[in-house]
Structure formats: structure tokens, C-alpha cells
């Protein structure tokens, strides 16, 4: 794998690293960190060992006194281990632990120690558009930005096999549920999902199976870290909204390959679900980097009004609406204008598949591919706009 820049950066404390398998935590890391100790549980050899008995670790520490940074990654598969990590770090002098995963489910669901605050929590995305030296959004719409994926001789090949993996190597190895045919059923229908408004009880109709266990099957998702949601803004609301949360995919690749598609589908709106799938993994990920208590919502009133989101935090407070088409119309900016009334404060923008750069009404209209490329954590999410805009 290509070794790109990333915008990640390395505390100088202990830290958990999370991300979905395929983002690139293991490779990067071995190049950052050259000279620390390396750990990688997905050695049977190793697994075994440290499941039998975790103070094993300290032997390998006093083999290695020199390293002032110990990796220990996929450390989901000995959660024992925290507890000798949290002992190391009580000692005088401690050397710097970073702790990768690409499964939240058995830290945040057993009983396991999590070092009581001494380590901090960090998420590696995929790939933002500025990372890349030569991002063509046709291509990210179609096979997604996972570094897995776009460093593959074989990238369709890649994705096709990515969804499987997971069943695989997580979902039965770990055995987090007994019928992998109905979870996979589940896959499929959570699918049509991304993009839109949570309903629990319509995917359990399409799997035929009950509201509880889609339930399961969606923790399942999001503890792997291959789904989150997009909760409501109401912060000082003055109108009713929805209460249901947004539903995505981490990455519109995988959206794709899991996206059954046929003669009835109007590729139109799949390719709006991408679009705006792929701004929405953007966002979060400029908000993780960032800092800055950022975090990405939606805002739906009941009546309809709606724009798809709302950045919100010290780093500032954005309204952006998404359009899969190379033309705003004014109409298009109805619900950005209705939010900019309840929230002037908000700085307020439409991305769509045009060329131009416009001001609307004081609304700016960015092409989507531009505001990704520009789009890097610490500044500003919404750049200048160079030259003279068109109103």
C-alpha cells in the first residue's frame, strides 16, 4: 500500500485508534512509528499467547526497554491485556501505548477496562479528497475512498469481497450472530436505508424478521464501525423536528457494493444517496481531525422542510445541502433559506455537480468536487471563494 500523508495526528499520550478494517491503521502506523514495539493480535501465534496469559506482555516489554511506544493492534481480541496496559501506565515513566481496533463490540459491551481516561479515543477515516494527489470524484462515487480499496490492482474486485470479509472474519469468527444468512439479508435491505431516516421497523418487514433483532443486527454495524448515524439538530429549536436519525454507511463504496441494483432502480437517486453519502463521511471526518467539539447532524421539521447537515461546534456552525445535478435553481435553496431564518448565524451552502461558483441570496453554491479537494481539517470548512462570484 501506497504510504500517503495523512491528517491524522499522533498524540503524544497513549491513545485508542479506531477504525473499519481497510482504512489503513496497521500500514500507517508501522511507517510513523518505526522504532516502537509492534503487537498484531491477528497472529494466532501471538492471540494465543496473550489470551492465555495477558501478563505475558510485560516480558515482551522488558524485552524491548528501548521502545518508548508499544502497539498493540486489533486489541478487541485480548481485552484482557487493558489491564496489564493500565498497570504499565500507573508505573513511573510509562512508554506510550497505542491501541488500534476495528471493533468496538467487546470493549464497549464487556465489562473491560479502558484505562480510565488515561488514554485518549481517535478514529481513522478513509481517505478525505485532500490526501489523495489525484481525486476524480466519478471514481470515489463509484468505488469509495477505503485505502484497502483504492490502493487495489483490482479495486471493483476489492469492494466486491470487502462486505464478506466482514461476515467473515468478524461477524462468524466472533460469533456475533448465529444466522449469518439472515444477517446478510439484513445487509442488503439496510442498504436502501443510507442516506434517509431510520425506520427499524420497515428493514425488520423487508428482512422478515423481528424489530429487536435488526436492532441487534444495526449495533452489530456500528460497533464493527462500518455504519453511524446523523442524529437531529435542536439545538434552540423554534420549529417541531423529526426524531429519527440519519443512517450511512461509512463509505459510499461500500454503499455500492451492498446496494442491490436492477431494471426498477433509477440510477438518479443511487447516485444521490453516493453523493451525498460521500460528503457526509467527509464531514465527519473533518470534524474528528479538527477537534473543536465539532460534530455532524441533519435537520428535518415535520412539515418537510430539510437540509441534509449541520456542522456545529467551536470550529464554527454550517448549514450544507447536497444536489446530484450541475444546476441550482432557487427552489433548491428553500431549506437552507428556511434554517439561515431560524439560525442566522449559520453560514449556509449548497453542493452540487455544477462548475460555477454562485451566491444565491447569500447562500454560496460550491462544486462539490472542489469543496472536497479544498476541504482540510483545522481550517475553514467553507474556503474563500476566489475571483467574483455570480448572484
Do not use: C
Given at each position: 500500500m501506497n504510504i500517503l500523508s495523512r491528517f491524522f495526528r499522533i498524540p503524544e499520550q497513549s491513545f485508542f485508534l479506531f477504525g473499519p478494517r481497510g482504512t489503513g491503521k496497521s500500514t500507517w502506523l508501522r511507517a510513523q512509528l518505526r522504532d516502537s514495539l509492534y503487537l498484531d493480535l491477528l497472529e494466532p501465534g501471538l492471540q494465543r499467547s496473550l489470551?492465555?496469559?495477558?501478563?505475558?506482555?510485560?516480558?515482551?516489554?522488558?524485552?524491548?526497554?528501548?521502545?518508548?511506544?508499544?502497539?498493540?493492534?486489533?486489541?478487541?481480541?485480548?481485552?484482557?491485556?487493558?489491564?496489564?496496559?493500565?498497570?504499565?501506565?500507573?508505573?513511573?515513566?510509562?512508554?506510550?501505548?497505542?491501541?488500534?481496533?476495528?471493533?468496538?463490540?467487546?470493549?464497549?459491551?464487556?465489562?473491560?477496562?479502558?484505562?480510565?481516561?488515561?488514554?485518549?479515543?481517535?478514529?481513522?477515516?478513509?481517505?478525505?479528497?485532500?490526501?489523495?494527489?489525484?481525486?476524480?470524484?466519478?471514481?470515489?462515487?463509484?468505488?469509495?475512498?477505503?485505502?484497502?480499496?483504492?490502493?487495489?490492482?483490482?479495486?471493483?474486485?476489492?469492494?466486491?469481497a470487502y462486505a464478506s470479509l466482514y461476515i467473515d472474519q468478524e461477524v462468524r469468527a466472533e460469533g456475533l450472530t448465529r444466522n449469518v444468512g439472515a444477517f446478510a439479508r439484513f445487509l442488503e435491505a439496510i442498504s436502501f436505508s443510507h442516506g434517509g431516516q431510520l425506520n427499524l421497523a420497515a428493514v425488520a418487514r423487508e428482512c422478515e424478521v423481528s424489530r429487536q433483532v435488526v436492532a441487534a443486527y444495526l449495533g452489530i454495524l456500528e460497533d464493527l464501525l462500518v455504519a453511524f448515524r446523523v442524529p437531529v439538530f435542536r439545538m434552540r429549536a423554534k420549529r417541531a423536528t423529526v426524531?429519527?436519525?440519519?443512517?450511512?454507511?461509512?463509505?459510499?463504496?461500500?454503499?455500492?457494493?451492498?446496494?442491490?441494483?436492477?431494471?426498477?432502480?433509477?440510477?438518479?437517486?443511487?447516485?444521490?444517496?453516493?453523493?451525498?453519502?460521500?460528503?457526509?463521511?467527509?464531514?465527519?471526518?473533518?470534524?474528528?481531525?479538527?477537534?473543536?467539539?465539532?460534530?455532524?447532524?441533519?435537520?428535518?421539521?415535520?412539515?418537510?422542510?430539510?437540509?441534509?447537515?449541520?456542522?456545529?461546534?467551536?470550529?464554527?456552525?454550517?448549514?450544507?445541502?447536497?444536489?446530484?445535478?450541475?444546476?441550482?435553481?432557487?427552489?433548491?435553496?428553500?431549506?437552507?433559506?428556511?434554517?439561515r431564518t431560524d439560525y442566522p448565524e449559520a453560514d449556509c451552502a449548497m453542493l452540487y455537480r455544477g462548475s460555477e461558483r454562485l451566491n444565491i441570496d447569500g447562500i454560496w453554491c460550491l462544486p462539490v468536487e472542489d469543496f472536497l479537494q479544498e476541504m482540510t481539517p483545522g481550517q475553514r470548512l467553507l474556503p474563500q471563494v476566489r475571483g467574483t462570484p455570480r448572484v
Open positions: 489470551a492465555a496469559r495477558p501478563e505475558r506482555l510485560r516480558d515482551s516489554l522488558s524485552g524491548s526497554p528501548e521502545a518508548r511506544t508499544v502497539v498493540i493492534d486489533e486489541i478487541q481480541r485480548v481485552p484482557e491485556l487493558l489491564s496489564v496496559v493500565h498497570a504499565v501506565l500507573e508505573e513511573p515513566s510509562p512508554p506510550r501505548f497505542v491501541l488500534t481496533g476495528s471493533s468496538a463490540r467487546k470493549l464497549r459491551r464487556g465489562e473491560v477496562n479502558l484505562l480510565g481516561g488515561r488514554a485518549l479515543h481517535r478514529t481513522l477515516h478513509p481517505f478525505m479528497a485532500s490526501e489523495l494527489p489525484d481525486f476524480d470524484l466519478e471514481q470515489a462515487l463509484r468505488i469509495g475512498l477505503v485505502p484497502l480499496v483504492v490502493d487495489a490492482s483490482s479495486p471493483e474486485h476489492t469492494l466486491e426524531a429519527r436519525d440519519k443512517f450511512y454507511l461509512f463509505d459510499v463504496g461500500v454503499f455500492r457494493s451492498l446496494r442491490p441494483t436492477g431494471p426498477l432502480d433509477r440510477p438518479g437517486d443511487i447516485d444521490g444517496q453516493a453523493l451525498e453519502g460521500l460528503v457526509a463521511q467527509h464531514l465527519r471526518a473533518w470534524a474528528a481531525y479538527t477537534g473543536e467539539g465539532s460534530s455532524v447532524y441533519y435537520w428535518r421539521t415535520r412539515g418537510g422542510t430539510e437540509v441534509d447537515f449541520v456542522v456545529y461546534g467551536r470550529a464554527g456552525f454550517h448549514a450544507f445541502e447536497v444536489k446530484n445535478a450541475a444546476r441550482v435553481h432557487s427552489a433548491d435553496l428553500r431549506g437552507l433559506r428556511t434554517f
